[in-house]
């Protein structure tokens, strides 16, 4: 399970590295893993995710970040 440092970071990282962006739509659990994160690859949709705008990511950054805890998760929705 990542730190609350590493899932920023990784936020940050979205919202800054389009090439990393690319790499998280295509491959979320590998993309992530680095950050901490383990994700079964089994439950990320086939037709892949989509990601919030980077103005969005920085906009709410702090928030997101405050919010974080030990009970982090990442889900992920068919559109």
Do not use: C, H
């Not at 399970?1 to 590295?17: G, N, V, Y």
């Not at 295509?26 to 994700?39: H, M, N, R, V, W």
């Not at 990601?51 to 805890?69: C, H, K, Q, V």
């Amino acid at each position: 399970m990542p730190t609350q440092d590493q899932a920023r970071a990784a936020l940050k990282r979205l919202a800054e590295d389009d090439a990393f962006r690319e790499q998280v739509k295509t491959d979320p659990a590998a993309a992530l893993s680095e950050y901490g994160f383990k994700i079964d690859p089994t439950s990320v949709p086939k037709q892949g995710i989509k990601l919030p705008d980077p103005d969005t990511i920085n906009a709410n950054l702090d928030r997101m970040s405050g919010e974080l805890n030990s009970r982090m998760a990442i889900l992920f929705f068919e559109a």
